[in-house]
């Protein structure tokens, strides 16, 4: 009897991730759905089959938006089929449901995804069991901060309606639960995967050029990569998967006297369909190019870690930091200072013995990186290059903190191996082959990367076919004034205008959107009488709402339009795809 109530109790979390945020949330709320005895599945909405969905009793959905408000890429079918005009009102009516979106607020079309897929539930009969959590990476403690409350509230809800069966109880967090990738050591030495993992192409790097001046503050670098089987647009974005930097894998190695030679094979949970390694690979590959060892530790790192410590003392300080009460403190001592996962497990000398298959728990994947593609497919579609800065800044910790991707990158030769693929990127181009309405392009630094694309791309069509208005921002002309030639040739061609900032030439700063309002006439002229098109992009911090109130200033300034008619003016252009943002943090 007590197995046949386990097996009614069941729970299904499908996820919707395209960096492996919305996965490793989803793979946390299926640890807590086995601490409260239900029967989970933990899934990729396109690897679930949609048709069993009538069928469930409570699932939870947890998706991330990506580009203008869409659904990630392991998402697109399932949001399809349930997009079907054939499916009856009332195909979800015994299903309850939760939905988490995982967005940043800095993007105009926040959590767009995640409020999406809770209408199109609710519109199928579907009953929502709470009101939708939307996780923010603005915040300090990033989405956990809205994520983690909910999912209490959740479980709470979800035990009224499948409380544990009588006489059972939920199994405490002070005991482990198994972990969800099996793992045994082979006799089988050299056992190796691929170090292109699937769906990625092999590119080869060509080049590798720093672009701003020897003495200037940032490095970045023009990357020249030749990728044979590849295609893409003028906007398309390069995915990377980078490994880690060499200095991470000896400290670690030297920490954990970790034996990097081990040929491991693997096995995925039977409740996990998500598993993100190969079945067969050596510790070291672990090691160089899955285990993300330099990432920031999330709270279940600390509430894991605390099982294998042999120290009270350390053992009290993991639960604190992975305890609701501690989260003031998590901040302070990993997020505020950017503390990694190795000098986490420095801090923690009695806490670094635990089983090499709890690795793959403690341990996040090492997630893919979006870079805009800064060239034209039109010279040669198997040739593309990106503009990189590398991520390099301090905080109270002793060493500076370094981007992995772009480091990784900053340190490629001639010849080295590059783990690419290419998708559709956020912004829409017109066809340079055909006319176009004018196109207003704001771009503060390597934002620069997406409209040189569609620049090259009209030079090589040699077409005069509409105009370029592009506002360019930096620090110093002659330190970090990018593709600066390549611009004069598209002036003399007759397509290109362009308004340029630079912030530190002069006593009083100048940013892009100053430029934006001082031709306030000619671009109220384009806008509103040729249809001109605005593309923004760069850094998400304060330059995107910057740049639009700029514009909204000009359409009162000229238009005579009020606050709230500016705004709705806005609205209407974003509609109608005439204002595209691609902005990153």
Known sequence: PGCKMFHKRKIVILFGSQTGTAQEVAEQAGREAERYLFEVKVSAMDNYPVEELVHERVVLFICSTTGQGEEPDNMKKFWRFLLQSRLPSNSLEEVKFGVIGLGDSSYPKYNFAAKKLRKRLLQLGGQQLMDIALGDDQHDLGPD???????????????????????MTCIPKDVLLPP?????????????????????????????????????????????????????????????????????????????????SQSLVLEGSPNNDSCPYPQALSSQECLEWYWDIQAVPKRYFFELLHHFSSSDLEKDKLLELSSSEGQ??????????????????????NSRKFPLEYIFDLLPTIKPRSFSIASSPKSNPEILQLLVAVVKYKTRM????????????????????????????TFVFPDPIKPF???????????????????????????????????????????????????????????????TAFS?????????????????????????????????????????????????SIFERQGKLSAEESENYMRTLSVNFRLQLETWS
């Open 328 to 349: 003031s403190d998590l901040y302070d001592y990993c997020y505020r200072p950017r503390r990694s996962i190795v000098e986490t497990l420095d801090d923690f000398p």
């Open 504 to 552: 530190r030439d002069q006593d009083h700063k100048i940013y892009v959107q100053h430029k934006v309002e001082e031709n306030s006439e000619i671009l109220w002229k384009l806008i509103n009488e040729m249809g001109a098109g605005i593309y923004i992009a760069g850094n998400a911090k304060d330059m995107p709402k910057c740049v639009q109130d700029s514009f909204k």
């Open 145 to 167: 901060a809205v994520v983690l409350p909910w999912l209490t509230e959740w479980w709470n809800a979800v035990l009224k309606l499948l409380p544990l069966p009588e006489g």
């Open 398 to 425: 002793h060493s500076p903190r370094l981007g992995l991707c772009s480091n990784w990158l900053a340190r490629l030769h001639s010849g080295d191996i590059v783990p690419i693929r290419t998708k559709k990127g």
């Open 437 to 499: 309405s004018p196109l207003i392009f704001v771009a503060p630094g390597t934002g620069i990367a997406p409209f040189r694309s569609f620049i090259r791309d009209v030079m090589e069509c040699g077409c005069d076919n509409g105009q370029v208005h592009l506002f360019f921002g930096c620090r110093n002309k002659s330190k970090d004034y990018y593709f600066e030639d390549e611009w004069k040739e598209a002036i003399s061609l007759g397509f290109l205008t362009i308004y």
């Open 180 to 260: 969800r990738i099996k793992v045994r050591t082979s006799r089988l030495h050299g056992c190796t995967s691929s170090r292109i993992p699937s769906g990625y192409l092999e590119g080869e790097l060509i080049s590798n050029c720093r672009v701003t001046s020897s003495d200037h503050f940032q490095d970045v670098r023009l990357l020249t990569i030749r990728v044979p089987g590849c295609r893409y647009s003028a906007g398309d974005v390069a995915v990377i998967q980078p490994g880690n930097l060499k200095e991470n894998i000896t400290k670690f190695t030297e920490l954990l006297q970790f034996d990097p």
